[in-house]
């Protein structure tokens, strides 16, 4: 029982302590799935087992009760296999999607367009979680771009990564451009 119990209780802990929301409930949930799970395997084996009433009259309502415990046990598994299902499909999707944010914006920056002006990709944050997928958020992307010492910034740059990351992702994104200004010796 340690075994199923601990380790998802000890993820929701940690998940609470660092303010991760999504890792807490969905450790939370499986804590409860496994819960479940103990509970209906023990109704199950303590009956095989031979742990009942002996009279008749006790034994079948005693039956009967393990019986709708177990289906109501089981539909309750179901139902939260259901929503952590949900929840792994989810936290896919916006590992995809951030996987490919970072590929388009470093394939971007490669370009001859971008790196002939000696402008640099210094790094890319993703703000896109699965509670964004199910509540069709857009992803909220951070990208901040290094350029030489005086020179000029391209006026479009937002809106052309916006175009490009929207057609490659499919998904509704904002974008913030940040610059920094590089000075390098030898």
Do not use: C
């Amino acid at each position: 029982m340690a075994i199923a119990l601990v380790p998802p209780a000890a993820t929701s802990g940690l998940g609470i302590a660092w303010g991760l929301s999504g890792v807490a409930i969905a450790a939370a949930v499986l804590v409860l799935v496994n819960l479940l799970a103990v509970n209906i395997s023990a109704l199950i084996m303590l009956w095989i087992s031979g742990f009942r009433p002996e009279g008749t009259e006790a034994a079948g309502r005693a039956r009967s009760s393990v019986i709708s415990h177990t289906v109501f046990l089981a539909l309750l598994i179901a139902l939260l296999s259901v929503a952590l299902g949900l929840v792994t499909y989810t936290s896919f999707q916006a590992t995809l999607v951030e996987q490919e944010i970072n590929g388009e914006m470093t394939a971007m920056f490669q370009e001859p367009e971008y790196a002939e002006m000696g402008l640099t990709l210094e790094g890319v944050t993703v703000d896109y979680m699965p509670a964004d997928i199910l509540l069709n958020k857009p992803a909220k992307i951070s990208v901040l771009v290094g350029r030489r010492a005086g020179q000029e910034v391209p006026p479009d740059i937002a809106r052309k990564a916006n175009m490009r990351l929207t057609e490659s992702t499919g998904k509704d994104i904002m974008i913030r451009v940040g610059f920094v200004e590089a000075q390098s010796f030898p």
